[in-house]
């Protein structure tokens, strides 16, 4: 079995909902990355969300866009990425990482290339934002070959027909985005949510994860309360950016975060 | 991909939107529905004839078309070889061959009833194309474009707003044209219900580069016929310029089957490209992802796109327009470059030759056109489109001649 399917069998078995944060790998120093990483599980994160830094983030808002950019000053390829994923595993092997990011870095190194060295480093998962099961294919059975779990979004925007598709050729988990709109906008409507999630599921058994707008541990709760994952992305890197000088704080804020909405989302 | 697949150039895109291993639909999930139902609108519209009659009429009264074909029979003489022919599309309405695509798609947007429109744009020629019809047709328009953008198409940044259109200043990335893409994307994501985006050129997830191209092809159309009228026969060379490609297919395409008509697409050499500061992705780039298309870009080795550089606003952008990649890998188009110094000499040539002061993007034409017809005959013919006119330009030419106006 997968890490990812392990972790989601075992929470399911606890009745608990995955919380899925996200960082920028290299933001706002590699550095800081690897050990990040391992105090948020300590926090409470089940999964790992890794944002690959590209020039031309298109679906992120300013927050995220900013972290790109501060990656991007330390020049954090796709290659340094595996690095760190491949650095963690050393001290942890249970914890599923998935990659998020945007295809040409992978086109550039190449599909394969890139497969044999995520295997390699340890990665459980992508997310490739511009890549959708039409143009996929070809990457994700390669993917798959090599046991990682291309994942794909759902959006508002899903017609049925698009769920049943993404839901056939996904695997690991399908994440549903909350909102039109980019990374880190409003709040998103925990109501809406609550349908589309039920919609989603009557195509399909694999978990499904939310992200998109959930900024506070009682957004998270109630999210948690109807999905199997909760991904929490802008509300995190926020945090990096405000602490960016201060890996010590950046942790402590991150990680404060994190176990407030773990608490919550186990009440 | 195999030589016969290249002969029909009237084949693609195929039906998902590929030309070749190029093009394709690569945007996140959320616009995957919209721009489905933005191709279904459009296949609709294209074999409806009131739609098209409407879309002619428009060209003909408010655009001022057929744009002349006209032969610049000084400069060619001074040049001593082929006879070169001016396709006139700086006498439309708003300048530039742009309106042409904005006509199409502030129809589209209504067939469609969307209420808003967006556009990105880089020398300012699409956006104020686009803020026009959208005054016309009584629609919100916002325009992104990149800061660096903003300060140097100064007089194009006024005209938008005159016409009504909010115009965005881009501060992300390299705050040109590619990063005022983006945050069009952005914004069209988060307001797809009433949105319409306008892309300026033959780029971006299909249906655009198809769409774009089929509103731009009004150009070779009548420039095929012009010459036949004119000269008798068809043209030896199509020249013109490339940043996204949409002036260049829209003469390229109705050629594309006249094998003995050589075409040359003319990129943003910036500098040279040795320098490495061009923006020329088809002459010096490799194929990658962006802005909702596999095409040739301008990257470096983890895939990052870098930022380009060109005189003309317009064609400082770091992809083209998924066809001509293709036409490129078939061999039917020749790519080639011409630094920011040549551009400016034919600007100049062309200004004091034949009176016409013409965009720095189509001047980078111009100067290809005059470099090719020494190199051939006088009774051969050179069309060169000179896609927009060069108002816009003034203030950067005085600038850099160390003019203050």
Redesign the interface.
């Known amino acids: 079995m997968s890490r990812l399917s392990t972790t989601f069998a075992a929470l399911k078995t606890d009745g608990r909902t995955a919380l899925i944060p996200f960082i920028t790998a290299g933001d706002p120093q590699p550095s800081v990355t690897v050990n990040l990483m391992h105090d948020m599980v300590k926090a409470g994160a089940n999964i790992l969300e890794l944002g690959v830094?590209?020039?031309?983030?298109?679906?992120?808002?300013?927050v995220i866009?900013a972290a790109c950019?501060r990656a991007?000053e330390h020049?954090v390829?796709?290659?340094d990425v595996l690095g760190m994923v491949k650095e963690f595993r050393q001290q942890d092997n249970k914890t599923p990482i998935v990659l998020m990011g945007?295809?040409?870095?992978?086109?550039?190194?190449g599909y394969q290339a890139f497969a044999d060295a995520a295997s390699e480093a340890g990665v459980d998962g992508t997310i490739l934002?511009?890549?959708?099961p039409?143009?996929g294919g070809e990457l994700d059975a390669i993917l798959k070959s090599k046991d990682i779990d291309p994942i794909?979004?759902?959006?508002?925007?899903?017609?049925d027909e698009?769920m049943e598709l993404?839901c056939k050729q996904g695997s690991g988990f399908v994440y549903y985005?909350s909102l039109?709109?980019?990374t880190g906008?409003a709040h998103l409507d925990v109501q809406s949510v609550v349908e589309k999630v039920n919609q989603i599921r009557s195509h399909t058994d694999i978990p499904v994860g939310v992200g998109f707008g959930i900024s506070d541990a009682e957004t998270a709760a109630k999210v948690a309360a109807v999905s199997d994952a909760v991904v929490v992305g802008s509300a995190i890197v926020k945090r990096v950016a405000e602490n960016a000088h201060d890996p010590k704080k950046i942790s402590e804020q991150v990680c404060g975060l994190i176990a407030a909405m773990r608490q919550a989302m186990d009440a | 991909m195999s030589k016969t697949e290249c002969k029909d150039y009237y084949a693609m895109p195929d039906d998902?939107g590929h030309f070749g291993i190029y093009g394709?639909?690569?945007?996140?999930?959320?616009?995957?529905?919209?721009i489905e139902e933005l191709r279904q609108a459009y296949e609709k519209v294209k074999v409806d004839p009131g739609f098209q009659a409407q879309f002619d009429k428009d060209l003909a009264d408010y655009v001022g078309r057929p744009s002349p074909l006209y032969h610049a029979e000084r400069w060619s003489r001074e040049l001593g070889g082929a006879q070169i022919y001016l396709k006139r599309e700086d006498l439309n309405h708003t300048g530039a061959h742009k309106i042409n695509n904005t006509i199409g798609q502030g129809l589209l947007a209504k067939f469609m009833g969307k209420t808003r429109v967006i556009a990105e744009t880089g020398a300012g020629q699409h956006g104020v194309a686009t803020a026009t019809v959208a005054a016309r047709f009584g629609m919100e328009c916002i325009v992104y474009m990149g800061e660096e953008d903003v300060k140097r198409q100064a007089p194009n940044v006024y005209r938008m707003k005159l016409l009504g259109a909010k115009v965005v200043p881009v501060t992300?990335?390299s705050r040109t044209l590619?990063?005022a893409l983006?945050e069009a994307?952005?914004d069209w994501?988060?307001?797809?219900?009433n949105t319409f985006y306008i892309i300026g050129t033959v780029a971006g997830p299909h249906p655009y580069p198809a769409m774009v191209r089929d509103f731009q092809t009004i150009i070779g159309r009548e420039a095929r016929r012009q010459i036949m009228e004119q000269a008798g026969r068809l043209p030896d060379a199509l020249v013109a310029c490339v940043g996204g490609g949409s002036n260049a297919i829209g003469l390229f395409h109705p050629f594309l089957a006249d094998e003995d008509v050589a075409i040359y697409g003319v990129e943003g050499g910036g500098d040279g490209i040795a320098s490495g500061r061009h923006a020329a992705p088809l002459c010096a780039g490799?194929?990658?992802?962006?802005?909702?298309n596999?095409t040739y870009?301008m990257?470096d080795?983890?895939?990052?796109?870098?930022e380009t550089h060109s005189i003309s606003a317009g064609l400082d952008y770091p992809g083209v327009g998924p066809e001509h990649a293709w036409l490129k890998d078939c061999g039917r188009a020749s790519y080639v470059a011409i630094t920011d110094k040549e551009a400016l000499e034919a600007f100049h040539i062309v200004t004091r030759t034949e009176g016409i002061i013409p965009a720095l993007e189509s001047s980078h034409a111009l100067a290809y056109g005059a470099k090719l017809a020494k190199t051939m005959d006088k009774d051969q013919i050179i069309i060169v489109n000179l896609s927009g006119r060069g108002d816009k330009d003034i203030n950067t030419i005085a600038d850099i001649e160390g003019i203050s106006l």
């Open positions: 830094p590209f020039s031309d983030p298109m679906a992120e808002g300013p866009q950019e991007l020049h390829s796709l290659r945007y295809l040409n870095p992978v086109e550039v190194m934002v511009d890549l959708p039409e143009e794909f979004l759902l959006a508002p925007t899903s017609t698009r993404i985005v039109k709109g980019v906008a | 998902r394709g639909k690569f945007v996140a999930e959320t616009l995957m529905e919209p992300s990335g590619k990063d983006n994307m952005r994501v988060t307001n797809i219900d490799e194929p990658g992802v962006l802005h909702g596999r870009l990257e080795k983890d895939g990052q796109i870098i």
